[in-house]
């Protein structure tokens, strides 16, 4: 790797992937000659995030001279020294030239967000993507893409879309496509999760999964990583990498075109030949990573990965919800995922009994404490009666749908509406919020058992969805995992089970 | 039955449980003596439909003079003539004092929302239980419950929650649980659903599953019919209830208590024995029904009944989005429930050329056209690309995802913030909306297949929200079924085949 030849504020623990994490000026060529180009695209997701306060963006293109408030360069050789990153925007027949540009202004990075390369599926335009790679490779320029989003990384205010968070967080994000990329940040971002990077990087010509993968394994300021593949050229490069990188960190992995007509799109997509689900599950069971079945389970399983949800020992769930037929219904879809809901002792019964009335209740568990608890919101008596559960011997970790989805879970009479706050009260609510969330935190810090709030995804508006994101954001941040529903929760716990009892032999690093 | 013997404005065709769903006054027994009293519970839900404005309705409570803007009487006995139905909201030990001064006034039905009996275990509890029922049934009154949250008729303005809607449909509920018919009512009613009725009958003393498929098989305002299920004490009078009912409307079933622990709950819940699920799955195959396995597939196939999804004839779906990844996953969602996602033509390939650009594109099926035509919403170019689609030899039904989800699933630099549209231009947004749902059920009604529209459940706030919603329901109105996922379309789709395969023989009601 020429990088790390080259002078750097340098420690010995660098990594050669590092600089293009980190570049210190980026070139954005063939940002748009619109007067609204600062709010579009790559030029505007880099002004939302910042990173023209911490470094230098050169916006490119020859037909103006500002954009998003920036002096704008008519090319790459034009920007003031040094350009370490280049995103390009030009069209494919344009690259080439921008190449020889970049090697001649001595870029570290190439990033081209540019289509049109090997996934079309012409042997012309496949021969260009290789030739544009060697070019840049003979230079020691690594080259992100073609076909592909690029970067994500919050602590420098690096992305590729507006709307995703600035703050940094654990969790680093691989794959092979930007839709993908965008449904992972944004949907594990709405649940509380942070990123420590995350990289799209499309028909992977020059950098591809092994080096990401190595790269995450080594990353300090990574904890969990998740990948969305389709497809792999070397496989025992990427076998070698995987393995060192879910050695040592919880490692989640999507594939994409399991079905011949996805393995199809796939190598429309990003030239990917699909490799068979089979050898890719051997992959994930050899390396001790876990595939995740859909983006849905992605998503989950990084959430069991960032909470305590990642210490169950056992299938006895502690089930305390509100609604007679929805406490059964939540019963089966934890025997579903091979779980079990064990009757509570008659000790605990007993304790339990003090709190709750015996018509309309049912308290052997899962337990109905509909009316009685549970709607009233945070209270010191739902705390002790939590905690009364989960000391119980049978009970492996407690579900716990939250206070203000219960009526609405109970359809008794009451209803979402009357329990939303009034906005005067709004402040108040969201306290009371933030304090469950609390109490979980506490009740699975003095305990034994991890707690899990299951908060139903419904339509929320104004102070009422203030109120479910003031306690998902505390949950979240102490701890607690959040599931939208019982069964996906569930199947989270299964899927950790299955997966903590394949690395047997491996080290313990749930 | 006696009730038909009643004076009644008569037709010929009234079903002896008519009177029961069109109670022409209603007194309400136990309503709270708090100021707020019309604004919760079973008083506020009437309020709020309006049942008031058509029908006599009577608080009853001897410690106030006055609830909800309606006078108060101290008794059942005190209301002026006639009391058609009773609701009792008072203790199961004042239960049957109640069901004597109802014999006294001639009522003609009761619900008992009292719960406290047969659910509990206890053999005294359950003695009053049949006691009660007993007593009614002497004079000829018919009972529903104990333990049951009762009506949801809006066309007569009854409902046992607020937020309902007002607006009568075509659906008929019957349910165990007042949870779960919240959860069918509310879940539904967000995608575009109305009801004819729904009953949450609880422990089911007097009126039971059998008596409300009869029912709703007959019934002229109902022509899709679902039920939630825990066990059945009588059946073979409830095969043959679901026999009538199936072979005329379609029947979708929810058995709840599937499960160890499930069966369990549901003992205490409503008493109810949970028959096994072979019995059950056995049961419906035998009468033309359709089980469904979970509250969502409850929902989903609800959906297909009463869209044009219920004519689907084959497992080839075109599947038109944007984003490459995503289209990947949604091709492997379609191919897990035994669908495909067949090449198209070269010939319709030519065809489809014309409409978006080599690069970023991929158009032979699934078709990934990003950037190009999806994300700008409505246009004629999109309707005719559609339609070019739809008219492929190998293609069954259209998936579609709608435009404004489609960059946030890209994730391709544009997001929901950039889409959302400015508060001054959200009727136009509205209109584009609205105009889309037009062109996909032109297309279903101008060809041969079903149109199907995917707008993925994402958190959405102020315009954006309504944009959504003026989506949905124009298309739900117009016959076109709109689901949250590829995954859920993809399921639903299949089961309505296998339903349709079942029932060979039987009448073609899809």
């Known amino acids: ?187 594990l971002s709405r649940r509380g999760v942070r990123f420590s990077k995350a990289v799209s990087f499309g028909n992977g010509a020059d950098l591809d999964c092994e080096d990401f993968f190595d790269y995450a394994a080594a990353d300090p300021e990574t904890e969990v990583v998740t990948a969305y593949i389709e497809g792999v050229k070397n496989g025992r490069a990427v076998f070698e990498a995987l393995k060192r990188c879910a050695a040592v960190k919880p490692t989640i992995i999507l594939k994409g075109g399991r079905s011949a007509a996805g393995a199809r799109a796939a190598t429309s997509h990003t030239g990917s030949l699909a490799g068979s689900l089979d050898v890719f599950e051997a992959l994930c069971r050899q390396t001790g990573a876990i595939r995740a079945h859909n983006m849905d389970e992605l998503h989950d399983l990084v959430i069991a990965a960032t909470t305590s949800l990642r210490r169950a020992r056992g299938r006895g769930v502690g089930l305390v919800s509100a609604g007679g037929g929805f406490v059964v219904l939540a019963a089966d879809a934890i025997s579903d995922e091979g779980l079990d809901t064990p009757n509570l002792p008659e000790e605990t019964q007993e304790r339990l009994r003090a709190y709750v009335p015996v018509a309309g209740t049912i308290i052997r568990n899962p337990v109905d404490a509909v009316g009685s608890l549970i709607r009233r919101g945070r209270s010191e008596q739902m705390k002790e009666f939590l905690s009364i559960i989960g000391q119980a011997e049978p009970i492996d970790l407690v579900f716990m749908t939250v206070p203000w989805d219960s009526s609405a879970a109970a359809g008794m009479g009451d209803n979402a509406d009357e329990d939303e706050p009034e906005p005067g009260s709004l402040s108040a609510a969201q306290q009371v919020a933030r304090d469950a969330a609390t109490d979980y935190a506490e009740l699975q810090e003095s305990g034994r058992v991890p707690f899990v709030a299951i908060q139903l995804d419904r339509p929320r508006r104004g102070a009422f969805a203030d109120t479910s994101r003031a306690f998902l954001d505390e949950a979240y941040n102490r701890g607690v995992a959040v599931y939208p529903t019982v069964a996906r929760a569930a199947r989270a716990v299964g899927r950790i089970l299955e997966w903590r009892a394949r690395r047997e032999g491996l080290p313990d690093i749930l």
């Open 1 to 187: 790797m020429t990088l790390t030849e080259r002078p750097e504020p340098s420690t010995d623990a660098v990594h050669p992937l590092d600089p293009l994490f980190h570049p210190r000026s980026t070139a954005i060529v063939g940002v748009s000659s619109r007067p609204q180009a600062g709010q579009t695209s790559f030029l505007g997701a880099f002004l939302e995030q910042g990173y023209h306060e911490r470094h230098d963006l050169y916006p490119v293109n020859p037909k103006i001279t500002e954009a998003g408030g920036l002096k704008a360069y008519p090319s790459v050789l034009d920007c003031p020294d040094p350009v370490d990153h280049v995103i390009s925007q030009v069209p494919a027949d344009a690259v080439l030239s921008l190449a020889d540009q970049c090697i001649q202004k001595g870029v570290r990075s190439v990033h081209l967000f540019t289509a049109g390369f090997s996934e079309t599926g012409d042997p012309e335009r496949t021969a260009l993507e290789f030739e544009v790679r060697d070019r840049l490779r003979a230079a020691g320029i690594r080259m992100l893409g073609p076909n592909c989003m690029g970067l994500y990384v919050p602590a420098e205010g690096i992305s590729f879309s507006k709307g995703f968070p600035r703050e940094p967080g654990n969790v680093f994000v691989l794959s092979q496509s930007g839709a993908n990329t965008g449904e992972i940040v944004r949907g």
